[in-house]
């Protein structure tokens, strides 16, 4: 409850700081369901370093798909993430849940990403809701082992997060079935897939048809990601989910330890189909600072900023679908019209967004990605919605601060306080932090959570 209660209030947040809203507008589609493979249709797999066949970037007037190798699947290339559903007075608003997957299935979207973690596993049960009222082919499930808990390593435990997937997604077959999070250390990943079982028992349940495809989603040190993909010969991972935008392609090393463009990379030369998460980067690629985003309206004046990032990502081959947490249905019906068709980036586009990389990365913002994994806060703190907050803050120039010197610095402090107050309700401040570390593990962008708060806090407090 309490996490629906802040993603109501940082949504608000985001509204008024004028993110992530789009224009509307109706694609026209041709039946995006013919030719989509049958649930629980026999797999083929390719092996290491096959080319798959894969369907052209403009099939039709409607919605882009690309081929799975090994199932056949014809995945559409925007992707529904189900992490950030509409609240209403801290519940998931289900009627809006239902109509916004009404428009995403009648607008060729067919592959929704969720999982055991999502709205405190509210998020399944509110999928499984929504798309039960359609015809089980017509859409593909993904969901993930989310045991992050240690007190969930156990086979015993694990297998009870499964089993109660199946029963709230109410579905007998997972289309796509990951490894959630595979983020921190080696230590983390022996105990939480290898020296359980726990990866051994899914490889069996793929090998019953219960599981189509498996894979896992990365996030943090690459030592992970290498090792996974080591064992390629014998566990034939059939898609691998990472985190890729224009900005983390060169510069995902400064915040995490690795660049999108390594990760892409390996998995294409490995003949491994990629799921991308953060094409926006938590919202960051869809509120550029001013500069950057003049230059994109200028190239594109119909376009949104979002866009930008959407082309770029579904411009490569090897994507499989991109996944966007899209809260509103003016945010769904947007994205639904930048894939329908995909209109590629050319090498002038992909060159300017090189160099909006460039600028952007040298702000120093907070690597967030408002992925919510560190909320609830236990003493209340918007996390994400206060990196918001900082982040527009130095986009909008007005951090960092200049020196006490300087004769801007007291206004510069004050519009700074005083819009964070306007901002965001008291309970959820910085200032609320009390040092628990409780967030730190859980943030897969490896933020130091409380220090960072406490930047913050500084800021406010110069203006109290
Ligand atoms: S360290 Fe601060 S922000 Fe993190 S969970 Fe504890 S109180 Fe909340
Ligand atoms: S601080 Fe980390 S865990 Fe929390 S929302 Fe941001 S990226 Fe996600």
Request: hydrophobic share 35%; with cysteine.
């Amino acid at each position: 409850m309490k996490n629906d209660a802040h993603d109501v209030s940082r949504r608000d947040f985001l509204r008024r700081m004028g993110i992530g809203v789009g224009t509307a507008v109706t694609a026209m589609v041709l039946d995006p369901f013919e030719g989509m493979a049958e649930t629980g249709r026999k797999k083929k797999r390719n092996g290491v370093g096959q080319t798959p066949d894969s369907e052209p970037l403009h099939p039709s007037a409607g919605m882009t798909y690309r081929i799975q190798h090994g199932t056949g699947d014809r995945v559409s290339l925007l992707g529904y993430g189900m992490m950030r559903l509409p609240s209403r007075d801290r519940q998931i608003d289900q009627d809006m849940v239902n109509q916004e997957v009404d428009y995403a299935l009648e607008h060729g979207v067919n592959y929704f990403d969720t999982s055991p973690g999502y709205h405190g596993g509210r998020s399944e049960v509110a999928m499984g809701i929504a798309l039960s009222r359609h015809p089980r082919d017509k859409y593909l499930v993904a969901t993930k082992m989310s045991n992050f808990n240690r007190n969930d390593w156990t086979l015993e435990r694990s297998k009870q997060m499964y089993e109660g997937s199946f029963r709230k997604l109410q579905v007998e077959v997972i289309d796509y079935y990951l490894l959630h999070s595979v983020a921190g250390s080696m230590d983390e990943l022996r105990g939480r897939f290898l020296d359980n079982g726990v990866l051994d028992f899914l490889l069996e349940e793929r090998k019953a048809g219960r599981i189509r495809n498996l894979g896992f989603s990365h996030h943090g040190d690459v030592r992970v990601f290498d090792h996974l993909l080591s064992m390629q010969d014998e566990v034939h991972w059939d898609f691998v989910q990472i985190q890729m935008n224009y900005l983390d392609w060169r510069h995902g090393k400064s915040s995490r330890n690795t660049d999108a463009e390594y990760l892409y990379n390996k998995l294409d030369k490995l003949g491994i189909q990629a799921v991308i998460m953060e094409p926006l980067r938590g919202g960051r690629l869809a509120n550029l600072p001013d500069e950057a985003a003049k230059e994109l309206r200028e190239r594109r004046p119909d376009d949104s900023i979002a866009s930008w990032a959407f082309r770029w990502v579904g411009s490569h081959p090897n994507v499989l679908t991109a996944l966007s947490g899209m809260t509103t249905m003016e945010v769904l019906k947007e994205n639904v019209r930048t894939f329908s068709p995909l209109d590629p980036c050319n090498a002038d586009e992909n060159a300017l967004l090189e160099r909006v990389a460039d600028s952007v990365a040298g702000f120093p913002t907070v690597p967030c990605t408002a992925c919510n994994y560190c909320m609830p806060c236990p003493y209340g703190v918007d996390i994400p919605g206060n990196f918001a907050y900082y982040n527009k803050a130095v986009d909008n120039h007005l951090l960092p601060l200049p020196d006490k010197s300087a004769p801007e610095y007291a206004e510069r402090a004050r519009q700074f306080a005083e819009g964070y107050r306007q901002t965001l309700p008291e309970a959820a401040w910085a200032t609320k932090c009390a040092d628990c570390e409780a967030c730190l593990s859980k943030c897969p962008q490896k933020i130091r959570i409380p220090n960072q708060l406490g930047r913050i806090v500084e800021l406010t407090r110069k203006r109290r």
